[in-house]
């Protein structure tokens, strides 16, 4: 069964660094689209990061040039390296998968992990 689980995150004084993991079972992250979210403290989930099944990335404008989406395909992880942490960033991190197809990535994310909490101290 496919399974998407979440590590890395934690406290951190701000201008801090911290790598996010999300580790897959049950499907191959290469050949789906992959990303990461985030919830604040009383927000909505908003994307952060993703990449495609061709390597391609792209960023949120408030995490570009801070933040880093790659992945491991033979250690079937997901990582999102996060320097410059500013306390807006706190929040719940999610990483989802989505299919691929032949016109990019689909619209709906057919997996969820359960997240890990950043806490970024001003």
């Known amino acids: 069964q496919a399974r998407l689980v979440e590590s890395g995150g934690g406290s951190v004084q701000h201008g801090g660094s911290l790598r996010l993991s999300c580790a897959a079972s049950?499907?191959?992250?290469?050949?789906?689209?992959m990303d990461w979210f985030r919830q604040p403290p009383g927000a909505e989930r908003e994307g952060v990061a993703s990449?495609?099944?061709?390597?391609?990335?792209t960023y949120a404008d408030s995490v570009r040039g801070r933040f880093t989406i790659s992945r491991d395909n033979a250690k079937h992880i997901l990582y999102l390296q996060m320097n410059s942490l500013k306390p807006e960033d706190t929040a719940m991190y999610y990483c989802?998968?989505?299919?691929?197809?032949?016109?990019?990535?689909?619209?709906?994310?057919?997996?969820w992990g359960q997240g890990t909490q950043v806490t970024v101290s001003s």
């Open positions: 990449i495609n099944s061709g390597g391609s990335t």
């Open positions: 989802a998968a989505r299919y691929s197809g032949w016109n990019g990535c689909f619209r709906d994310y057919n997996y």
């Open positions: 049950g499907f191959s992250i290469s050949t789906n689209c």
